[in-house]
């Protein structure tokens, strides 16, 4: 029997609907391919636009944009079906609740109509470029440059550990327009991959997510029109990322929660079916115990999100609030799958079981979207 937990307070019958057909759609084109993915490092290009065609792709950005229409509520729907399909290839979550929100956000009317449509058809793949070889948490630091000329930028520089880097028709991208100012120095231009001087480095080795394509990219003179500019004047980029970073880290806090429950439905399945010394393991103190505790762990962390869900929707989740659901999230669910992979033995640290693979792929999600110690760092500042 799987966990048992109440449904979540924001559910509604639209996102039943919705929960099946991304789970149907995650089934069919996402679980399949898994194996295949990880060896090359990308997942196939026509998923972004078999994800368009059923509606999967921009769910909260308005209609009037090509999007759904919908609320954080129906990305966060998809995001979960994700997390317990067991795919960490597609990066679904950086195109949909990332980048089309900078866009939304901050582009021009004329770009909004020009670029959401296509990333809501999967015609164009989003990815965004912030961290650099150099740097990685300190925004303030980035080196890569854009230097006015005319109606144009040029931009150089190199970013690192960027999803989608390899299929990314667009990304936004954190620039120095002033590098003596700091923060304020900060901003960010949206370049189009096919503009000369763009080039893609290598799909990284990571230790998981080894279906995703994380690349590095550089920019060698690229040249790109002024109007790319996201915001009506230079330097509000750092201001601009702060104010989308809440909704980057409760999408993390998302799917380490829902990674987190299918986690514990697999150990529970496969306890009760395995034995040792003639009899389920399951059965053993020591294993009814730890999978009491990750049921309490599941539970205690499906109330804070479904909490801050909510807020999130009523627009009232802050830096501090995102900040405590990321920190406290991830660090549970690396506890829980790591207590999971022991009651696996051997099977578990086998990557042709999926609690193998999900125990390499969440070890990230205390680093990116800021460190669990920017976290606190982040928390302590209201205390």
């Given at each position: 029997?799987?966990?048992?937990?109440?449904?979540?307070?924001w559910?509604?019958?639209?996102l039943?609907?919705?929960?099946?057909?991304?789970?149907?759609?995650?089934?069919?084109?996402?679980?399949?391919?898994?194996?295949?993915?990880?060896?090359?490092?990308?997942?196939?290009?026509?998923?972004?636009?078999?994800?368009?065609?059923?509606?999967?792709?921009?769910?909260?950005?308005?209609?009037?944009?090509?999007?759904?229409?919908?609320?954080?509520?129906?990305?966060?729907?998809?995001?979960?079906?994700?997390?317990?399909?067991?795919?960490?290839?597609?990066?679904?979550?950086?195109?949909?609740?990332?980048?089309?929100?900078?866009?939304?956000?901050?582009?021009?009317?004329?770009?909004?109509?020009?670029?959401?449509?296509?990333?809501?058809?999967g015609?164009?793949?989003?990815?965004?470029?912030?961290?650099?070889?150099?740097?990685?948490?300190?925004?303030?630091g980035?080196?890569?440059?854009?230097?006015?000329?005319?109606?144009?930028?040029?931009?150089?520089?190199?970013?690192?550990?960027?999803?989608?880097?390899?299929?990314?028709?667009?990304?936004?991208?954190?620039?120095?327009?002033?590098?003596?100012?700091?923060?304020?120095?900060?901003?960010?231009?949206?370049?189009?991959?096919?503009?000369?001087?763009?080039?893609?480095?290598?799909?990284?080795?990571?230790?998981?997510?080894?279906g995703?394509?994380?690349?590095?990219?550089?920019?060698?003179?690229?040249?790109?029109?002024?109007?790319?500019?996201?915001?009506?004047?230079?330097?509000?980029?750092?201001?601009?990322?702060?104010?989308?970073?809440?909704?980057?880290?409760?999408?993390?806090?998302?799917?380490?929660?829902?990674?987190?429950?299918?986690?514990?439905?697999?150990?529970?399945?496969?306890?009760?079916?395995?034995?040792?010394?003639?009899r389920?393991?399951?059965?053993?103190?020591?294993?009814?115990?730890?999978?009491?505790?990750?049921?309490t762990?599941?539970?205690?962390?499906?109330?804070?999100?479904?909490?801050?869900?909510?807020?999130?929707?009523?627009?009232?989740?802050?830096?501090?609030?995102?900040?405590?659901?990321?920190?406290?999230?991830?660090?549970?669910?690396?506890?829980?799958?790591?207590?999971?992979?022991?009651?696996?033995?051997?099977?578990?640290?086998?990557?042709?079981?999926?609690?193998?693979?999900?125990?390499?792929?969440?070890?990230i999600?205390?680093?990116?979207?800021?460190?669990?110690?920017?976290?606190?760092?982040?928390?302590?500042?209201?205390?």
């Amino acid at each position: 029997m799987p966990l048992q937990l109440p449904k979540s307070s924001w559910s509604t019958t639209e996102l039943d609907d919705l929960r099946e057909l991304a789970r149907s759609f995650l089934q069919k084109e996402a679980v399949p391919h898994q194996e295949r993915w990880a060896a090359e490092k990308k997942v196939d290009r026509e998923l972004w636009t078999k994800a368009g065609d059923v509606g999967l792709l921009c769910l909260s950005i308005p209609e009037e944009y090509g999007g759904g229409g919908g609320t954080f509520a129906h990305e966060a729907v998809l995001y979960e079906e994700q997390a317990r399909a067991g795919d960490s290839a597609w990066g679904v979550t950086v195109h949909n609740g990332i980048v089309a929100h900078y866009l939304l956000a901050y582009a021009s009317e004329e770009k909004k109509r020009e670029w959401l449509p296509k990333l809501a058809s999967g015609e164009m793949v989003g990815a965004i470029a912030m961290t650099e070889p150099g740097t990685g948490s300190d925004l303030q630091g980035i080196k890569t440059r854009a230097v006015r000329d005319g109606d144009h930028y040029v931009i150089n520089g190199a970013k690192t550990f960027i999803t989608n880097g390899l299929h990314a028709d667009l990304v936004v991208v954190a620039v120095k327009t002033d590098p003596d100012a700091g923060a304020q120095g900060v901003s960010l231009i949206v370049v189009e991959t096919d503009t000369p001087g763009f080039r893609r480095g290598r799909v990284l080795d990571k230790v998981g997510l080894k279906g995703q394509d994380t690349a590095e990219l550089f920019f060698d003179d690229v040249r790109v029109p002024a109007a790319n500019l996201l915001g009506d004047a230079e330097g509000q980029g750092f201001f601009q990322l702060m104010l989308q970073l809440p909704q980057e880290r409760l999408i993390i806090a998302v799917t380490a929660v829902a990674g987190l429950e299918a986690a514990v439905d697999l150990t529970l399945e496969y306890t009760k079916e395995r034995t040792a010394f003639g009899r389920p393991i399951f059965s053993f103190q020591n294993t009814k115990f730890t999978l009491a505790e990750a049921a309490t762990e599941a539970a205690v962390a499906r109330a804070f999100l479904d909490q801050c869900i909510e807020r999130h929707l009523r627009g009232e989740l802050d830096v501090q609030g995102a900040a405590m659901a990321k920190l406290w999230t991830t660090e549970r669910v690396n506890k829980v799958i790591d207590d999971c992979v022991q009651l696996f033995g051997g099977y578990g640290y086998m990557t042709e079981y999926p609690i193998a693979r999900a125990w390499a792929d969440v070890r990230i999600s205390r680093i990116f979207g800021g460190t669990s110690e920017i976290m606190k760092e982040i928390i302590s500042r209201s205390l």
